[in-house]
């Protein structure tokens, strides 16, 4: 289920992408400056327009084969082809093309799931390797907001440090909005509130911080997984409402691969989420503990 949802999530990024990146909203002809994944478009004498239509097509082409040959090895190689090409395209106007970064890296990891999952009854090791490479794919997603989350913590202990206004301190979500709004020369939504109400965004951004640095942790504590996807894609929609910044291709995949990941427990209760929790869960065993310790003492 995980791989055919991942599959046709791709189809319909494509026809998105198809429609974005058409021939009147493409960004200055003049930036353009070919990264070496489209060398054919000069080999071949092609236009700026004719290179972008030419990608187009093909992702939309690749995702459809993706679809309906998702159990063949091949079939999964040429639509990470397709998503190479386009992020090539994207990044080939100036500014590196990060949304698609997941989507090109988790394609070419499900290149290597192996076929005979899908023929007759695999085996116990055909079983393992597919579960591993799905493991791989998540893991390189999470790695991600993990690495992202540390560049946060970082950056802010050396703020704070040199006696600056951190992303730790009650008024640093609101410094980084008015420092970035006027760069994208437009506004966010819910930008402002935060501007005016800092301690509302301080909190949010606390928590965002926290779950960025351990969503490495949730791949050796799978009940937290679906928890941590939930609040990924917030984090997403919240980048979008107060600073004006899309990850839209990220949305679709922590879904595809997280909420039908195959590693959650099925049956897995909010006390343990809670007992699993990074520091917080280490916290509670410490309290617990000590209340057992001292019932028995008090017997």
């Known amino acids: 289920m995980l791989v055919r949802v991942y599959y046709a999530i791709l189809l319909y990024s494509s026809f998105i992408f198809l429609t974005e990146w058409s021939t ?18 000069h080999a071949l004498g092609l236009s700026t327009v004719a290179v972008a239509q030419c990608v ?6 690749a995702t459809f084969v993706g679809v309906l040959w ?3 090895w091949y079939a999964r190689l040429f639509v990470f082809a397709g998503i190479w090409q386009v992020h090539a395209l994207a990044s080939s106007f100036g500014i590196v093309s990060h949304p698609w970064y997941g989507w090109m890296f988790t394609s070419l990891i499900f290149v290597l799931l192996p076929d005979s999952i899908w023929r007759n009854e695999p085996a116990h090791e055909t079983r393992r390797t597919f579960l591993l490479v799905i493991w791989w794919a998540q893991a390189y997603i999470m790695l991600t907001y993990t690495l992202s989350g540390i560049w946060k913590l970082l950056v802010g202990l050396q703020q704070t440090a040199a006696g600056e206004v951190s992303g730790f301190a009650p008024m640093g979500l609101a410094y980084q909005i008015a420092d970035w709004l006027p760069k994208i020369q437009g506004e966010a939504i819910f930008g402002p509130f935060i501007i005016t109400h800092p301690y509302i965004g301080w909190a949010m951004y606390l928590v965002v911080q926290y779950m960025q640095i351990f969503a490495i942790y ?11 996807c939930i609040e990924l894609v917030l984090f997403h929609f919240g980048t979008f409402l107060l600073m004006g910044i899309t990850f839209s291709p990220f949305i679709p995949l922590l879904l595809a691969l997280f909420f039908f990941s195959p590693f959650i427990p099925e049956a897995v209760s909010w006390r343990q989420i809670a007992f699993e929790l990074p520091i917080v869960g280490q916290l509670l065993q410490f309290v617990r503990t000590k209340l057992l310790a001292h019932r028995t003492i008090g017997r």
């Open 24 to 41: 009147a909203t493409l960004p200055p002809l003049d930036s353009f400056v070919p990264l070496w994944p489209l060398w054919w478009g």
């Open 56 to 61: 187009r097509i093909f992702f939309v082409g």
């Open 218 to 228: 949730t791949m050796i504590r799978p009940s937290l997984q679906k928890l941590w």
């Open 70 to 72: 998702y159990d063949r």
